[in-house]
């Protein structure tokens, strides 16, 4: 979800794109149509066919697409670092109110409907994120999913709705699971329901409950999605985890922690705050948050293009999120973290 007047962003990928019908190219993107919705996928300059490679999911927010998002992030230069493919998610182009089609091109956050496995944007997300994984070679075992502003929101969802595809997610200017479009409003979240919706989460995800690891990034001056509304998001998770861990949402991980202060040379300045269970100085959830920015992915690209909606003087986002995925993997137990002892 772009801030208000932001309007449409008009470029394209730095990459070369492929069309559909072809097998991945290494440093190209391949455009695939699933269902209503078209596509993409950034396959990385040292992919190897024969070698399980790490998927990371990007979804966008309003007012933009697929290509945009991935012109504006600019997963692919860490993506290329890193080995990892990228698809980047999207749905159907309708934009009148409709049920099932999305109004200037948000996810359906505020939609019941849209809640829930198998069923309107999780399972559309998922049945693209399934084609990736068959039709590249990807570790089923370290497949992520992050999402900027109504895509962060769909990302909660799928966070309560899919824990056992995604081995850990990422909100980016979003809210948690359930709070639908009431995460808009600043008095929502003086009422702190993060129980409340922690609770929901745990119970959707049901006989696949698990610890899910989680990072929540947002500006400390977003004025389209509070900033409360991303402090809440990751207590709900720290919740939700301390559920299927304990029974209890305030234990093994504790709700409040210390925060450490980056200054990045000619960047702004941010706050990391990791939440760790004690016995086992296992990480569970971080939360950054980027001083002085609005409702933006932060860092990014630096074309003009792209300037109304992304920051590129914050850290870079596509960094920050997968510097925390990597240290994952999906797991059968409830710990996901055991083996992220004090990394950063």
């Not at 200017?173 to 479009?181: R, T």
């Not at 705050?273 to 296992?282: K, L």
Request: hydrophobic content about 35%; some cysteine.
């Amino acid at each position: 979800m772009s801030a208000v007047g932001d309007g449409l962003l008009g470029i394209g990928s730095p990459s070369a794109t492929v069309q559909q019908g072809t097998a991945p190219q290494p440093g190209s993107t391949t455009v695939r149509q699933v269902g209503l919705a078209q596509v993409r996928v950034y396959t990385p300059r040292g992919y190897q066919p024969g070698h399980r490679h790490p998927l990371v999911v990007m979804i966008h927010g309003c007012n933009t697409n697929a290509a945009e998002q991935q012109a504006a992030s600019a997963f692919e230069r860490v993506a290329d670092r890193h080995g990892f493919v990228v698809l980047f998610a999207d749905h159907d182009q309708r934009e009148t109110l409709a049920v099932g089609t999305h109004p200037v091109r948000c996810w359906r956050f505020w939609s019941p409907a849209d809640t829930h496995r198998g069923l309107g944007d999780p399972a559309d997300v998922v049945a693209q994120t399934r084609l990736v994984q068959r039709e590249w070679s990807i570790d089923h075992t370290r497949t992520y999913v992050v999402g900027m502003s109504s895509g962060g929101m769909l990302t909660s969802t799928l966070g309560a709705t899919y824990p056992d595809v995604y081995a850990a997610i990422g909100v980016v200017a979003g809210c948690g699971y359930g709070a639908n479009a009431a995460c808009l409003l600043p008095p929502y979240h003086a009422l702190d329901p993060s129980s409340t919706e922690a609770a929901a989460a745990h119970a959707e995800q049901g006989r696949r409950t698990r610890a899910l690891p989680m990072i929540g990034v947002h500006g400390s001056a977003d004025t389209t999605v509070p900033p409360a509304a991303g402090a809440g998001t990751v207590r709900q998770w720290v919740k939700a985890a301390n559920l299927a861990l304990s029974g209890d949402d305030a234990r093994p991980v504790p709700l409040s922690t210390p925060a450490r202060v980056v200054r990045p040379p000619h960047r702004r300045v941010y706050e990391v705050a990791d939440f760790r269970m004690p016995s086992t100085d296992c990480l569970m959830a971080r939360r950054v948050t980027v001083h002085g920015m609005g409702h933006y992915w932060p860092g990014g690209s630096a074309d003009p293009g792209v300037a109304q909606w992304t920051d590129p003087t914050g850290p870079d986002g596509a960094a920050l999120v997968w510097n925390f995925f990597r240290q994952f993997r999906l797991e059968s137990q409830l710990d996901a973290c055991r083996d992220t002892r004090r990394q950063s």
